[in-house]
C-alpha cells in the first residue's frame, strides 16, 4: 500500500463555486445564498480529501506509433501523446497525484440526486471547487519534490486533457496504489468514482517556468498548503 | 494430516497462520509499480515462490496466490484468469506451502448504484477466478481488502456457487472506523459470517494497533472464526520509498492481545515480512484459541448500520412503502417517479422505523425489476436496513441476492409449497425471515393451532441451519370487529410461540386488528400494549402515528429497554394532552410570516416561483384554489411566472441554481393544485409523456434531473430511467408506453457512444420515437453524430423541443 496523505482543507473559495454553478453576477436572492453556503459547508464537512503521490525520473522519449511516449524509471506508466509532450517537454522528471474526497461526497450526490436536485447542483459544484483544492495540496509535495532537487514545477496536465488518452488513468492509479489507499475505481468507461476524484502530472524542470502559478507566493494557488513556506522558503528560491 | 489442521481452525477448535505482504517483496525485488504483480506467476515464477518459501520457511500454514488483481477486466490481453490461476497456485505448491489459498481482491470498479458495475457482472469475474483457482487446486479462498459489502457478498457468493472450498474475508478499514463505503466492522462480521463466510476479519488498512480495536467490534457480530491481517504499521514515504514502521515483535505483541478477543486465524498485510510472520508462529505456539462470545440477538443490517434487539427489547418496521391501499403509493410505483416513496422512506427513519419493509406488489407492473429499483434507490437515502416484502420467491430471491447487507425476508408461511421455496433462500443468502402462521388449511382460529404451524415452519429453519435468532413468526392479526375472540387467540399465539420454541422472535402487523371500528389508531395502539406484553418482539406500523410511537416509547420506560427512562424524558417532558405533538419529533411551530411578500396570493405565488422559495409556495397556492379553479392556477400563475423563469435564464439575468430553485418552487405548487385536482375528480393536465435518462456508463444525473424538473412543471408526465442505463431498458420503456421522446444525457466523451447504441436501438425497435440529447460534451455535430434528432442546449430548450413534438 502507497502512503495516502490527508489534506485539511476547512474553507473553499465561495467564487470558484459559483462559477462552477455558471454564475456571472446574477442577483440572488437569501434563501439562494443560504443553500449554497449550507452546501459548500454540508461538502466540507463530508469529504475526506486524500492524496497520494509520486515523483519518477523521465528515462526515456520515443515515438510509437507516430506518437511521442515519455517513459518514467521504475513504473509501467507511459505519458503519451503530443499534448502531454509538449506540457512536459524539457521536464527531468514527473510528478504523478491522485486525490479524491472519498466515497460519502459521492454517497451524499446520489443521496441528493434522489431528494433534492437543487442540493445536487450545489453540493456538486462544492464538490469540484474542493477537489481542485485538494489536487493543490497533493501539488505541492511535488514542489516540495522538486525544490529539494532544486527543480522547478509546471502546471497539472490530467489524462483526458488534449490527446493525453483516458486510457492513461489504470497504469496511473496502480502506480500509486490508489484503490487501496485512497478507495478511487474505474469503471470500463474510465470514469473515476468517487466522482470528485483528480489525476494529474506534473513536470520537474531544469528552469523556472513562466506559466506555473507559482512566480508568486501571493498569487498561487498552492500557498495554503505550500510546505516550503512552513520553513521560510520558496519554490522559486 | 493436513486437512485437519484447517477444518479444525475453521471450526475455531486451533489457530491458522496466513502469510505476510507479497506485493511489498515483489517491488523489493524489483517489480515496478502500476505493473501487474499477477503477472510475474508466468514471466518469473522462481521469484514468487522464492518469497512464498520464506514465509513457509518463517511457519506460515497458508500462503496465498499471487492472484490479487488476476480478474479478467484488469488481466485484459495481457494474460487469461486461468493461466494465471494455474502458475500462481503452482508457484505455491512448489514452495512447499500446507495449504493455498486463493486469493480474490477487490475487482477495481465500484459497483452499482453508485457505480457503473452490475453485481451480477462483478459476481462473473469472480466466479471465473474460482474456478479457475478449483480447477488449479487451491485448498481454500481469502477475500480480501474489500471495501464494499455488495462485492464481498458477489465474491462469497461465486465462492459458495462454483466450489465446495471455504472461503475466508476480510475487509479494509479507515482510521474512522469505517470501510471507504461507509461500512462498520459490526456490519461486516454479521453479513458475511450470515452469508457463509468460513472466518471474518480485517486486513490491510492500518497498523495492528489501529486493527485491534475492529476486529474486538466484529467478535460480537461474528458466527465463525475471526481473522487479522494488518500493515506493518501506517506507510510513509522516506527518501522515495515507501517504509512501514511496525517492527516483528511490536507486530506479534499487538497480534498477541487480539487472541485474547477471540481472533484465530492471523498472517500479515503490506509491509509485514517473514520475520513478522515467523514472531507470530512463535506467539501462537504458545497459546490455545480463545472462543468468542456470541450474544443471543435478532440483527439485520444494511450496508453502514445493524438493527439490533436483545430478548426483552422491541422494534419498528415501518409499513408504509407498500401499495396496497395506497393510491399515491400506486402511482409512484407504476410511473416510476418514486419520489414518493423517498419521502416515506425518509418520514418513517424520521419518526422511529429501525427496518424498512419494501412492497412492490402491484399485478400490473414487473415486481422484480420495480423491487430492485426501489431497494437501489433506498440504499442511497436511508442506512436503515430492509425488509424484503413479497410472495413470489423468485422477486425476493433477486431482491436479496445483491442487498449488501442481512435483509429480512417478509415471508414464508406454514405451506409446503411456501416451505419448499423460500427457506432455502433465507438460508442461502443468510436473511432472517418471517414466518406466517397460516398453512393449506388458512389462519387457525385458536393460539395452538398458531404454534402448530409455527413449529412446523420452525422445524424447516431448523432443518435448514438458519439459528432461531433469525427467524420471526407473525401470529397474524386479524379484526377484532369480526371476531371478539381473535385478539386474545393472536396474545397467547404469541405466548406460546415464545415459551414452546425457545430463540424464534415474533413480528406482528398491527392495524389489522382495528378494521371496521372507529378511531383506529386507539384501538392499535392499544393492542400493540397487550401484544409488547405476550412478548412481541417487531410491529410492523405506521410510526407516522403518533399514538403508535407513543406506545413503543413508553413501552421501553416500562420494559426496561429505556434505561433511565432518558429518551422518554427527552422527548416527552413538554408532552401532555393539552400540548400534543403534532409530528413525531417537532414541536409545534407557528407557521412563518414573510412581511416582505404580496398579500395578494395570486402575486404571492408568482413572487416565490420568480425567488425561487418553495416553503411558503403550499399555503400561496391553496390561498389561490380558494377564489380560483385549477386552470387558473396552472394557466394564469405557474406557467407564466415558469416562463419568466425561463425567459431570464435565456436572458443571463438568471443562473442555473435559479431556474433550478423555481422549478422546485413551481413544483411544489403544481403539487397542491394536483392534490385538490384529484379530490375534485379533474383529471390532471397531461401533456404526453418523455422517458429521460443518462446513457450507459454514466452515472453524472444533474442534467437529467434538471430537465426533468422542468418538464413535470411544463405538464409533460416523465419517466425517469435513472442513470447509467442500458439502451434495452430505454427501448422497453419507450415500446411498452408508446413513447414519442426520449431525453439522453452524457457528460463524458467516453459514454457518448453508449448514446449512439441506444438511439439506434430506439431506431429499429420504436421507429415512431424522436430522441432529444444534451450533456457536457455534446455539440449540434455530436448530436447528428450520434443520430439524434435533436440537440439540447439546456433543460428549457429541452421542455421547447417537448413542446412541439409532443403538441
Known amino acids: 500500500m502507497a502512503a495516502a496523505q490527508a489534506y485539511d482543507i476547512r474553507s473553499v473559495d465561495r467564487a470558484e463555486v459559483l462559477r462552477y454553478l455558471g454564475y456571472s453576477g446574477q442577483q440572488l436572492t437569501a434563501e439562494l445564498d443560504a443553500r449554497i453556503d449550507a452546501g459548500v459547508e454540508r461538502c466540507l464537512a463530508l469529504a475526506r480529501p486524500t492524496g ?31 499534448s502531454i509532450a509538449a506540457h512536459l517537454a524539457g521536464a527531468e522528471a514527473v510528478g504523478v497525484l491522485a486525490v479524491t474526497l472519498g466515497m460519502g461526497v459521492e454517497a451524499e450526490l446520489r443521496r441528493l440526486s434522489l431528494s433534492d436536485r437543487v442540493g445536487q447542483l450545489i453540493f456538486d ?44 488513468q489504470p497504469v496511473l492509479l496502480a502506480t500509486l496504489d490508489a484503490q487501496r489507499a485512497l478507495g478511487i475505481t474505474l469503471s470500463s468507461e474510465l470514469l473515476m468514482a468517487p466522482t470528485k476524484s483528480v489525476t494529474a502530472v506534473v513536470g520537474l524542470f531544469a528552469e523556472p517556468r513562466e506559466d506555473a502559478g507559482h512566480e508568486s507566493c501571493a498569487a498561487c494557488l498552492c500557498r495554503d498548503f505550500c510546505l516550503l513556506l512552513r520553513s521560510g522558503r520558496t519554490c522559486r528560491d | 494430516m493436513p486437512t485437519d489442521l484447517l477444518s479444525a481452525a475453521l471450526a475455531g477448535d486451533a489457530f491458522l497462520l496466513f502469510d505476510g505482504a507479497m506485493g511489498t517483496e515483489l517491488q523489493a525485488r524489483g517489480l515496478a509499480a502500476g505493473e501487474l504483480p499477477e503477472l510475474l506467476c508466468l514471466t518469473h515464477p522462481e521469484v514468487v515462490s522464492e518469497v512464498y518459501a520464506a514465509y513457509v520457511a518463517a511457519g506460515a500454514d497458508v500462503v496465498t496466490t499471487n492472484t490479487f488483481g488476476a480478474n479478467a477486466d484488469k488481466l485484459g490481453d495481457a494474460a487469461s484468469v486461468e493461466e494465471v490461476f494455474s502458475a500462481a497456485v503452482a508457484c505455491a505448491r512448489a514452495a512447499g506451502a500446507r495449504y493455498v489459498a486463493a486469493d480474490l481482491g477487490p475487482t477495481g470498479q465500484l459497483l452499482a448504484p453508485m457505480g457503473t458495475l452490475a453485481f451480477d457482472d462483478a459476481y462473473e469475474l469472480f466466479a471465473r477466478q474460482v474456478r479457475a483457482a478449483v480447477a488449479a487446486g487451491a485448498d481454500l479462498f481469502v477475500i480480501e481488502t474489500m471495501a464494499d459489502l455488495a462485492e464481498a457478498k458477489a465474491a462469497l457468493l461465486a465462492v459458495r456457487e462454483n466450489s465446495a472450498l471455504p472461503a475466508v474475508v476480510t475487509m479494509t478499514f479507515q482510521e474512522d472506523g469505517r470501510t471507504f463505503l461507509g461500512t462498520t466492522p ?30 474486538e467490534r466484529m467478535a460480537p457480530w461474528a458466527r465463525c472464526p475471526l481473522m487479522v ?21 511490536q507486530y506479534a505483541a499487538a497480534v498477541a492481545g487480539m487472541l485474547d478477543a477471540g481472533v484465530t486465524i492471523t498472517g500479515g498485510c503490506c509491509g509485514t515480512t517473514p520475520a513478522h510472520i515467523a514472531a507470530e ?47 399515491k403509493m400506486k402511482e409512484a410505483l407504476r410511473s416510476g417517479n418514486h419520489d414518493h416513496v423517498i419521502a416515506e422512506a425518509l418520514a418513517q427513519e424520521r419518526a422511529g422505523a429501525q427496518i424498512l419493509d419494501v412492497n412492490a406488489g402491484l399485478p400490473e407492473i414487473d415486481e422484480r425489476a420495480v423491487m430492485c429499483r426501489l431497494v437501489d434507490e433506498l440504499l442511497g437515502v436511508t442506512t436503515l436496513p430492509l425488509q424484503i416484502d413479497a410472495s413470489d420467491p423468485a422477486v425476493i430471491e433477486a431482491a436479496v441476492r445483491s442487498y449488501p447487507g442481512k435483509a429480512l425476508i417478509n415471508s414464508v408461511n406454514g405451506k409446503a409449497e411456501s416451505l419448499a421455496a423460500v427457506v432455502p433462500i433465507a438460508a442461502r443468502y443468510g436473511c432472517a425471515l418471517v414466518g406466517l402462521t397460516l398453512d393449506e388449511d388458512g389462519i387457525p382460529a385458536t393460539a395452538a393451532g398458531r404454534l402448530a404451524v409455527a413449529r412446523k415452519i420452525v422445524a424447516a429453519t431448523d432443518a435448514a441451519g438458519i439459528p432461531r435468532a433469525d427467524v420471526v413468526i407473525d401470529c397474524l392479526a386479524m379484526a377484532a370487529s369480526t371476531d371478539q375472540s381473535a385478539p386474545r387467540a393472536i396474545l397467547e399465539a404469541i405466548r406460546l410461540v415464545k415459551a414452546e420454541l425457545p430463540g424464534v422472535r415474533t413480528v406482528l402487523g398491527v392495524s389489522n386488528i382495528s378494521f371496521g371500528l372507529p378511531f383506529r389508531p386507539l384501538v392499535n395502539a392499544t393492542f400493540l400494549s397487550a401484544a409488547f406484553g405476550a412478548g412481541l418482539d417487531l410491529a410492523i406500523v405506521n410510526p407516522g402515528v403518533r399514538r403508535i410511537m407513543d406506545v413503543v416509547d413508553s413501552w421501553r420506560v416500562l420494559s426496561g429497554e429505556d434505561e433511565g427512562a432518558r429518551l422518554y424524558v427527552e422527548h416527552y417532558a413538554e408532552r401532555s394532552d393539552a400540548a400534543p405533538a403534532t409530528e413525531v419529533g417537532e414541536k409545534n411551530r407557528p407557521a412563518e410570516k414573510d412581511a416582505a411578500l404580496p398579500t395578494d396570493p395570486v402575486e404571492r405565488a408568482r413572487r416565490l416561483v ?22 387558473f392556477a396552472i394557466n394564469e400563475v405557474l406557467v407564466p411566472a415558469l416562463d419568466e423563469v425561463g425567459r431570464r435564464f435565456e436572458a443571463g439575468t438568471f443562473f442555473l441554481p435559479q431556474l433550478m430553485a423555481s422549478a422546485e418552487a413551481a413544483k411544489a405548487g403544481f403539487e397542491v393544485v394536483r392534490a ?51 439502451p434495452e431498458t430505454v427501448a422497453d420503456a419507450v415500446v411498452e408506453r408508446h413513447v414519442r421522446l426520449v431525453g439522453l444525457s452524457a457528460l463524458m466523451t467516453s459514454t457518448v457512444p453508449a448514446m449512439a447504441e441506444t438511439i439506434e436501438l430506439l431506431r429499429e425497435r420504436a421507429p415512431w420515437c424522436k430522441v432529444v440529447v444534451g450533456g457536457a460534451v455534446l455539440t449540434p455535430e455530436y448530436a447528428r453524430m450520434v443520430g439524434a434528432d435533436f440537440y439540447a442546449k439546456d433543460a428549457t430548450e429541452t421542455a421547447r423541443i417537448a413542446g412541439e413534438v409532443l403538441a
Open chain 2, 186 to 215: 459490526e456490519v461486516a462480521a454479521l453479513a458475511l459470517s450470515s452469508l457463509g463466510a468460513a472466518a471474518v476479519g480485517v486486513n490491510c488498512s492500518l497498523g495492528p494497533a489501529e486493527v485491534a480495536p475492529l476486529v
Open chain 2, 281 to 327: 508462529r512463535a506467539l501462537l505456539d504458545g497459546r490455545v484459541p480463545v472462543r468468542h462470545e456470541l450474544p443471543d440477538r435478532f440483527a439485520v443490517c444494511g450496508p453502514q448500520r445493524v438493527t439490533s434487539l436483545v430478548p426483552g427489547e422491541v422494534g419498528v418496521i415501518g409499513e408504509r412503502i407498500n401499495p396496497t391501499g395506497k393510491r
Open chain 2, 229 to 249: 491481517q494488518a500493515n506493518a504499521g501506517l506507510p510513509h514515504v522516506e527518501d522515495g520509498v515507501t517504509v512501514f514502521d511496525i517492527g516483528p515483535d
Open chain 1, 52 to 82: 497520494c503521490v509520486r515523483v519518477f525520473d523521465v528515462s526515456g522519449r520515443d515515438e510509437r506509433d507516430g506518437e511521442p511516449v515519455i517513459s518514467l524509471a521504475g513504473t509501467a506508466l507511459e505519458l503519451r501523446g503530443r
Open chain 1, 125 to 168: 459544484a462544492a464538490g469540484s471547487a474542493l477537489v481542485e483544492r485538494a489536487a493543490d495540496a497533493a501539488e505541492t509535495t511535488v514542489v516540495a519534490a522538486a525544490a529539494e532537487r532544486r527543480l522547478f514545477c509546471g502546471t497539472r496536465f490530467s489524462p483526458g486533457y488534449g490527446d493525453f488518452p483516458l486510457a492513461t
Open chain 2, 676 to 726: 385538490a385536482g384529484e379530490k375534485d375528480g379533474a383529471p390532471a393536465a397531461d401533456k404526453g409523456t418523455v422517458v429521460v435518462c443518462t446513457v450507459k456508463g454514466d452515472i453524472h444525473d444533474i442534467g437529467k434531473n434538471i430537465v426533468r424538473m422542468l418538464l413535470e412543471n411544463y405538464g409533460f408526465e416523465v419517466v425517469d430511467l435513472g442513470r447509467d442505463v442500458a
Open chain 2, 610 to 631: 420568480l425567488d425561487g422559495r418553495s416553503g411558503p409556495m403550499a399555503d400561496a397556492m391553496r390561498e389561490v384554489l380558494l377564489a380560483h379553479d385549477a386552470l
